[in-house]
């Protein structure tokens, strides 16, 4: 049996993610689920982002023989991975928020960007201080990126980062969390305009480490996942930008499938 691990996210964000899991750990078999027909989530009700995360996990799970479900999404750890965790104790789902707040807790000073959803949540500054109760983190929402990364907007987005950025420049923070899986791929973008000496914290670069290392931790997943290489993308509705950086960053070695979820 092939089984696979999952990575889910609301659009294209979390490819880069995939992209950078994929790279960490070549062997396996994966599979990358965007919900590209009703991104974004950052400003649904919390409901309707459990609901949302809900099918997409249960299609991960039921339908493409996935043995561990990532949530490369921010909006859906902060809002739905808790609940989900709990309806379903036996299956194993990971989120990559905690990852970046445990980095994040190394500093004292922090600012946070995300989605309306994850902001409103708090769940960064909640995370962070549980690791580290000195820390004083700064938030912000950022509601116009991901709009400008699903339309390959990339060079229009200079001028809300910059918005996004201020007040939390202003506070003189040390690192910079990207709190959401779209904004890593503007992060040539926000190097313009964040000075050298604050940290950038984003999750493609830490999130396969931590995974790693929790599998390498549970062989009970790790000896069902099959090893021939393979990538398969499937989302909800085939747009543009998704086809352009699917193959930018997958090559002919990725496969995508419109599917119903
Ligand atoms: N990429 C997602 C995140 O990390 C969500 C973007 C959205 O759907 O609003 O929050």
């Not at 809900?54 to 902060?78: G, H, M, Q, R, W």
Request: charged fraction near 30%.
């Amino acid at each position: 049996m092939q089984m696979r691990i999952g990575i889910f996210d609301s659009g294209l964000g979390g490819l880069l993610v995939a992209k950078a899991i994929r790279k960490a750990m070549p062997e396996y078999d994966y599979v990358y689920l965007g919900d590209t027909k009703r991104v974004p989530y950052g400003n649904r009700s919390q409901e309707i982002v459990f609901e949302f995360t809900k099918e997409a996990v249960d299609y991960l799970f039921e339908k493409e023989d996935c043995a561990i479900v990532i949530i490369a999404c921010n909006t859906a750890s902060a809002r739905a991975l808790r609940r989900i965790q709990k309806e379903y104790p036996d299956r194993k789902v990971l989120g990559v928020l905690i990852p970046a707040a445990e980095e994040a807790a190394k500093f004292y000073r922090i600012g946070v960007l995300g989605t309306v959803g994850t902001i409103n949540s708090n769940t960064f500054p909640k995370e962070i201080k549980k690791l580290n109760k000195k820390a004083i983190v700064f938030q912000n929402p950022a509601p116009m990126l991901v709009p400008l990364v699903e339309n390959g907007e990339i060079k229009m987005a200079g001028n809300f980062i910059k918005k996004y950025l201020t007040p939390l420049l202003s506070k003189k923070i040390e690192a910079l969390v990207l709190g959401c899986t779209h904004y890593p791929i503007l992060k040539n973008e926000f190097k313009k305009y964040v000075p050298k000496d604050v940290r950038i914290i984003s999750q493609d670069e830490i999130v396969p480490k931590k995974l790693k290392d929790y599998l390498a931790r549970h062989p009970e997943i790790t000896e069902k996942l099959s090893k021939k290489k393979s990538i398969k993308i499937l989302v909800t509705d085939k747009t543009k930008n998704m086809e352009v950086l699917a193959k930018k960053w997958f090559g002919s070695s990725s496969k995508m499938s419109l599917i119903e979820i």
